[in-house]
């Protein structure tokens, strides 16, 4: 009986083997074990039956030894149980898709329908010791070894159990749900470049224990696979990646790219079709068995209605190291190198390669379709496609009554319209009674194709990732550089959500799709600026991605090349990016005095929503993003621009306002796709342009004392619009921008001098960022040039008040916390900053919150609060103080107290009753325990994670006002300069230039108001603010502007050291040009003169030389301060009128006053290059006014071209009228000559029937 097995085993085995003997075979039938020994497996075979990708060949495979177990008597409850000492696979990427061999599908036997052997099989469990795995490819080797590999059934909720309750049986549909699991203890893998990127050195990375959770479906009637999904689960994983091993990544991963594209675009739309052609099941009488409601609903609850998969990382660590040469950075502080850490927590990418387009999203597991902004803007885009589809398909004009109806345009929740029936079709087609048109056969079909779109979208979700600053050896405990605001986010939600979706049709189609789409949205998060973070990122990142550009240029690969895009361009997508409520912050330094109260630590630049796209808004929307914006913007730049070739313009500035800007906003940059019928016929519309809306933006400076820490305003809330467009390389770009409200700003002494260091940090950033830049090899000249209008700016100075009686904002002991102020306490960074309700259309809501006493949390001692402000006549100052500092002990000693306080408090059919029983243990509350898990992991990091931000300080929406929860007593003196129409450029690059030309100056003073009151007033002045209606096609140019200024930066050669190498910053010199004229300025001499003490830097800086020219400038100086004696006459104002005055500055800080310079008499050759000089700008005048009215009559030629189209579309719709008239008035002839016919025939016969 064991040779009748063995020969069995032996022809079994053999299709699947190589050279395989019966010596190989040792065999126990009576205990149910075996064992074979050195087993070579057929390659080619195995390629096809394991259904590899095509892009994979495997060839070879053999195992030195395999058992099996097999308990006769349980075969229905215990699985069998084969196990594998060593496998060795080796595998090679094919360069072009593999053809399947016709001959494999013959090696297997029938399925035919699902029986007890199918279950017997199906329950199998393997055992691997070891798994080596040796991977080919042209650029890179690799070697995969994997340790103790387990694949066992389990239960659906993942425990181990009886086999029979590892799968669910739907007695309605006829389908199986088998559960498995797949787990290994270790994972090591390596990769080597070879070729072109030998010199990078390997790769490695190494995965602890890892779980694979995989759902199968099957039909019953034939055991067809129909659908699986695999959820993967690594343990937490830490890899460090230094700049070498990355680029050799990336040459990995481009060698592999163009392969994998196309073999995994052609399988897809094979498979697709597949399931498009597979018959819907049968739904059977259901019987009204209890046991089988029960089983219908667990199979529901485990179905897998699409082929899913899904990577589910509790935690992963990511080190970037540099290595020295061009990527890493001259900066002192990074010369010996630096590394960046990344942690990504409960990080979820899902991939679903067969979603219908028409279907829904709601059963993809954790996706909340109604939470997703995407769907909506799917929704949108969809629609859009299938209208301009068929106007441009089926181009027939039709009646009113005969346009797409609701049903064909309405879309649902996933952003496709439903397919409709031939009813439905006939039905929105069909004529009104009063024509006898028909439906159109292409629009039928076009339709009927539409129905067929499927995506593969690949989503990913991050609930929290921390980018940390870099750590160098003199920084060791780095601070995060990226996190998330907790503090701002519901419990629920994710830190990011990405989503991108690519569209084909089943088969092998060749019909219009919609364009690639890309969606990412970020949760709040705080970004702070950090010089050597930022340093060491613009060196390390521009140098890995140029090496990933050489590599996929080195193996043929299109760099950023997607289908259908030209070759050698860029990729075709539709991209949206969305960030909520954002914040950058920039830090003080050590040069923070905590002594100076009013003195803040952190400014923080924030906005409820930030978007940058690519994808216009519709013209319907009388909204930012659209290209009317773009050219009102480009209208409001051209007016308000200084005279060309006068001041603050010189001849080699460059121009803000970019061709592509002017061809964008009047439509003219289409893209031309031909007129045959191909995937990309739709993707006309140039993507190169991007729109950034910035909805509000304002900015608070927090950690001052005198505000009790909480955010004082800067800038007040404006809403920021601008365009960006970019040559080839993107080295070169140009941006215009504009704001469309007034902007607010305020500041006081101190905050000035914090903004002073930081311009300076800044400042340091950039030239270090430009100097790594130029060291690149292949660097080019680039540059930005920046254009922003903005309609008003306000900027209130706050000064000490020089009322006698009130108190000053200098004094240390002035600045109490109002008692009175918790009554009305609210949350919200100032309810004054940014809408408190509604922002925008961003459906950003500001709830009440509890409120919070701003000085319950402990201080240290240096930096206590004041006490209650008691007295205040100025006659007990000294007495006062005295009080003071006891008082002050006193509640230091309550506030450790209360801080110590604190601290301390803080299923078969033989067996389906088993089954159902067996089932109903399992919990219900997640339909897979892996994603239950993860959900379960991600909860309880996110709690954590919230309790350790409670007494984080904050300047979100949801802190306390300053105007509201820390009010302030004192008494200041404002004065206000206002400026209107200002524009200003900045053109950085080898010379940076800043222009800035404004249309009027006026001043306005304060000499006594209440702090607090000042604050409403602030909040208020933007609200009340209307912008003056102004007339776009005016196109005629701003006069001399009143106030120009011009900042030049010009960098110098390097001057090598004494061994002739030249390091470092290159020197550079700068000069400030201003020109004021035509100004009348109104003072009191208390304010001019606390202005003197307002601008005092507290360093000494290098002298700036300056050049400052007066033209008709008249000042007004009223002298308000009270005289010394009381005899003395009351003060005079004084009136100052300057006709022309010019100040310069040189770089030892000499100041000259004098009349302007004129060109002496030797200057009298160059009177011809003068006057040659004004020809030209005279000539470039008309010229420009030529083109201006050219630009008039083009926009009047479209308008008149739009007004054309649409009478000759009425035209033609008339036309079609009067021809199906026509026919109706031929067949009424027709049938009227037939019944005059007959009419005469039946006479004739009359006539004869008479005669008789």
């Known amino acids: 009986m064991v040779t009748i097995i063995k020969n069995q085993l032996l022809k079994h085995l053999s299709r699947f083997t190589k050279n395989l003997s019966p010596e190989q075979i040792s065999l126990s039938a009576l205990r149910g074990s075996g064992e074979l020994q050195d087993l070579t ?168 224990n890892t779980h694979c959770r995989i759902v199968i479906k099957k039909r019953l009637a034939d055991c067809a696979v129909i659908g699986s999904r695999l959820a993967i689960r690594p343990e937490p994983v830490a890899w460090a990646l230094t700049d070498g091993q990355l680029r050799a990544m990336l040459a990995c991963a481009a060698a592999l790219a163009e392969p994998v594209k196309r073999a995994t675009a052609a399988a897809t739309r094979a498979k697709a079709a597949r399931k498009v052609e597979e018959p819907l099941e049968q739904i059977h009488s259901r019987s009204s068995s209890s046991e089988h409601d029960i089983l219908a609903r667990m199979f529901a609850k485990h179905d897998v209605r699409e082929t899913s998969y899904h990577l589910l990382a509790p935690r992963i660590d990511l080190h970037l190291c540099d290595d020295p040469g061009l990527g890493r950075s001259e900066h002192p502080s990074l010369s010996n190198g630096g590394a960046l850490q990344v942690t990504l927590v409960s990080m979820q990418a899902d991939l679903f390669p067969y979603h219908r387009a028409s279907n829904d999203r709601r059963h993809w597991r954790g996706y909340r379709e109604a939470a997703t902004p995407h769907t909506q803007w799917l929704s949108q885009a969809l629609s859009s496609f299938c209208g301009s589809l068929l106007d441009v398909l089926d181009p027939r004009p039709l009646p009113p009554s005969n346009k797409p109806s609701q049903v064909e345009k309405e879309p649902v929740s996933n952003g496709f319209s439903h397919k409709p029936t031939p009813t439905q079709t006939s039905a929105s087609t069909a004529p009104s009674a009063n024509t006898t048109s028909q439906v159109s056969p292409t629009r039928t079909k076009i339709l009927q194709q539409l129905g067929k779109l499927m995506t593969t979208c690949l989503v990913l979700r991050i609930d929290d990732f921390t980018v940390y600053k870099v750590s160098t050896k003199s920084r060791e405990t780095p601070r995060p550089l990226v996190c998330a605001e907790k503090s701002t986010m519901p419990g629920d939600a994710g830190l990011l959500h990405a989503e991108l979706t690519h569209f084909y049709y089943p088969g092998d189609v060749n019909f219009p799709i919609p364009a690639p789409k890309l969606y990412v949205q970020l949760s709040p998060v705080r970004v702070l600026v950090d010089v050597a973070s930022a340093v060491w990122l613009g060196a390390f990142l521009p140098h890995v991605a140029r090496a990933a550009s050489a590599a996929a240029t080195a193996v043929g690969a299109p760099v950023g090349t997607a289908s259908g895009a030209p070759a050698g361009g860029t990729a075709y997508y539709d991209v949206r990016a969305e960030a909520i409520m954002p914040k950058i912050v920039l830090e003080a ?30 013209p319907r929307t009388n909204t930012a993003g659209t290209r009317a914006d773009l050219a009102s913007i480009l209208a409001a730049l051209r007016s308000l621009a200084p005279p060309r070739g006068q001041f603050p313009c010189s001849a080699d500035d460059a121009d803000p306002i970019h061709e592509q800007f002017v061809l964008h906003a009047e439509n003219l940059d289409d893209i031309d796709r031909g007129t045959a019928v191909s995937p990309e016929l739709l993707w006309r519309e140039n993507r190169s342009i991007w729109c950034a809306r910035v909805e509000p933006l304002w900015a608070d400076l927090c950690g001052a004392r005198a505000t009790n820490y909480k955010p004082a305003p800067l800038l007040d809330a404006c809403p920021l619009t601008a365009w960006l467009c970019f040559n080839e390389d993107f080295s070169r770009i140009w941006a215009v921008a504009r704001t ?67 108190e000053s904002s200098r004094d240390l002991d002035s600045v109490p916390l109002d008692s009175s102020s918790l009554q009305d306490m609210k949350m919200g960074s100032e309810a004054t900053m940014a809408p408190s309700t509604l922002v925008g259309d961003s459906g950003i809501i500001s709830s009440t919150q509890p409120v919070e006493i701003c000085s319950a949390q402990p201080l240290p001692a240096e930096e206590m609060p004041p006490p209650s402000p008691g007295l205040s006549f100025g006659g007990f100052s000294s007495m006062r103080r005295g009080l003071t500092s006891l008082v002050t002990s006193i509640d230091s000693a309550w506030t450790r107290d209360d801080a110590r306080s604190d601290a301390a408090s803080t299923a078969s059919s033989d067996s389906e009753r088993y089954v159902v029983v067996g089932l109903a243990c399992e919990s219900p509350l997640d339909a897979d325990q892996a994603f239950r898990e993860f959900e379960h992991g991600r909860m309880s990091t996110t709690g954590v994670e919230v309790a350790s931000e409670v007494l984080e300080r904050s300047s979100s929406p949801s802190d306390h006002s300053v105007t509201s929860s820390c009010r302030r007593r004192d008494v200041i003196s404002t004065c206000t300069w206002r400026l209107h129409d200002v524009h200003a450029v900045q053109h950085s690059g080898a010379a940076s230039r800043l222009r800035l030309a404004a249309g009027d100056l006026r001043t306005d003073e304060c000499a006594a108001i209440p702090w607090d009151e000042f604050q409403n007033k602030f909040s208020m002045r933007a609200r009340a603010w209307t912008e003056p209606a102004v007339d776009e096609c005016d196109l005629k140019p701003r006069e001399i502007p009143k106030v120009a200024a011009r900042m030049t930066r010009t960098e110098l050669p390097r001057v090598p050291d004494e061994n002739g190498v030249t390091s470092g910053l290159a020197p550079f010199e700068e000069l400030l040009e201003a020109r004021v004229r035509e100004v009348s300025i109104a003072l009191n001499m208390s304010t001019a003169l606390a202005l003197a003490e307002f601008i005092e830097d507290e360093v000494l800086v ?37 006709t022309t005055l010019r100040l310069t500055r040189d770089e030892n800080g000499i100041l000259r006053l004098g009349p302007p310079e004129h060109n002496p008499s030797p200057s009298t050759p160059q009177q011809p290059e003068l006057e040659e000089a004004k020809g030209k700008i005279d000539s470039l005048s008309r010229e420009n006014e030529e083109l201006r009215k050219r630009l008039m009559t083009l926009a009047r030629i479209a308008e008149d071209n739009r007004d054309l189209r649409a009478k000759a579309e009425e035209v033609s719709v008339l036309r079609q009228c009067v021809h199906t008239a026509q026919q109706e008035v031929s067949s009424l002839l027709a049938d009227k000559q037939e019944l005059l016919e007959a009419v005469r025939v039946l006479q004739e016969q009359l006539g004869v029937r008479g005669k008789r």
């Not at 002494?749 to 002073?756: E, G, T, W």
């Not at 030239?767 to 903005?790: M, N």
Request: overall charge neutral; charged content about 20%.
């Open 589 to 618: 330094g050590p040069e923070h005095i905590p002594q100076q109260r009013d003195r803040p630590k952190e400014l923080h630049i924030c906005t409820a929503r930030a978007m940058l796209t690519n994808v216009r808004e519709s």
């Open 740 to 806: 469309t409200g007034l902007a607010g700003l305020q500041l006081n002494h101190y905050q000035m001098l914090f903004l002073l260091r930081q311009l300076e940090r800044v400042s340091e950033m950039m030239a270090w960022l430009a100097h790594d830049a130029a060291r690149q090899p292949d660097a080019s000249a680039g540059s930005i040039v920046v254009g922003v209008v903005v309609p008003a700016v306000e900027l209130t100075l706050v000064l000490p008040s020089n009322c006698p009686g009130q």
């Open 41 to 208: 497996l057929d390659e080619d075979l195995l390629t096809d039956l394991l259904e590899l990708p095509g892009w994979l060949r495997l060839t070879s495979a053999s195992c030195n030894k395999a058992t099996f177990r097999i308990q006769w008597t349980k075969l229905k409850t215990v699985p069998i149980v084969l196990k594998l000492d060593e496998v060795r696979i080796a595998l090679e990427v094919c360069a072009e898709p593999r053809v399947m061999n016709p001959g494999a599908a013959g090696a297997m036997p029938a399925a035919g329908k699902y029986s007890y052997i199918h279950k017997v099989i199906d329950g199998i469990s393997v055992v691997v010791n070891q798994v080596q795995i040796d991977f080919a490819c042209d650029a890179f080797t690799s070697n995969v070894q994997i340790s103790r590999v387990t694949v066992e059934s389990r239960t659906p909720e993942g425990r181990r159990g009886d086999l029979r309750l590892t799968r669910i049986k739907n007695p309605d549909t006829g389908q199986l749900l088998i559960f498995k699991e797949l787990e290994f203890q270790s994972a090591r893998i390596e990769a080597k470049p070879h070729g072109a990127s030998a010199n990078l050195p390997p790769l490695r990375l190494l995965l602890g």
């Open 1102 to 1138: 290098p002298p700036m030389p300056l050049e400052v020219l007066i033209e008709n400038v008249k000042l007004h100086l009223n002298e308000d301060r009270p005289t010394r004696s009381i005899s003395s006459p009351p003060p005079q104002p004084l009136d100052i009128a300057l």
